[in-house]
């Protein structure tokens, strides 16, 4: 069976700094991973995606993440944080059949 | 530019009311999902339709049913409204395969009084 587990429920930063938003998956084969963006009272936009290609994937807007098989993890990082990045980013991984399985959710909070 | 459209941004219901929500998307998607959104658990898949007139339940259908009579359009229904249904619920689409983008709607707000 296939679980997502993003291990911080909130992440706050300073404008300018590093963002990492962390996150380690369960999967019983080969997975599809998938960063989702929802900024408040908008939609869920996909920011990135790795499907078994390059393990370093990069996404819109400076983020990318990093597949690593051997700690089932799946970080979004991003090198400078801006004011528009808060929003809440959700941890996805492709379940059985055609369902996808998301994480609680990591709100990035974002200071001047 | 794709798009997933739902019929109501925010809906107020009564308890024990049959509550439809719809979803429509232009993209030809074969695969169409309803999920809830809550504070501190994510999303939830409630159902999916790989198909018209397919369906299969996700992991909490209890309580509500669905229809797609039609490949654009996956509609979502309450039978009878209870507080606990209260919810932010989103629809999404994808094409075939399991690595597919799901395209999601901008949500609706729903409130049972």
């Known amino acids: 069976a296939q679980s997502v587990t993003q291990l911080d429920s909130h992440v706050s930063v300073s404008e300018g700094t590093p963002v990492l938003l962390r996150c380690n998956y369960s999967s019983s084969y080969s997975p599809s991973l998938f960063w989702y963006v929802q900024h408040p009272n908008k939609g869920l936009q996909l920011l990135l995606k790795y499907t078994s290609a390059a393990t370093l994937v990069k996404g819109i807007n400076g983020f990318e993440a990093e597949f690593k098989k051997s700690e089932t993890s799946f970080h979004l990082t991003k090198p400078s944080a801006h004011m528009s990045d808060a929003a809440e980013y959700f941890c996805?991984?492709?379940?059985?059949?055609?369902?996808?399985?998301f994480g609680k959710g990591t709100t990035l909070s974002v200071s001047s | 530019d794709v798009k997933v459209t739902q019929s109501s941004r925010y809906l107020v219901k009564r308890t024990g009311e049959k509550v439809f929500l719809e979803c429509v998307q232009d993209?030809?998607?074969?695969?169409m999902f309803w999920y809830r959104q809550d504070p501190g658990l994510g999303l939830r898949l409630i159902y999916f339709s790989y198909d018209v007139k397919m369906k299969e339940k996700g992991d909490i259908p209890e309580g509500y049913s669905v229809s797609r009579e039609k490949k654009e359009r996956f509609s979502l229904i309450l039978e009878s409204a209870s507080t606990n249904q209260t919810s932010m619920y989103l629809c999404a689409s994808r094409t075939m395969g399991t690595s597919g983008e799901q395209f999601f709607g901008p949500g609706t707000r729903l409130t049972v009084l």
């Open positions: 996805v991984v492709s379940g059985a059949g055609t369902a996808l399985i």
């Open positions: 993209m030809d998607h074969e695969n």
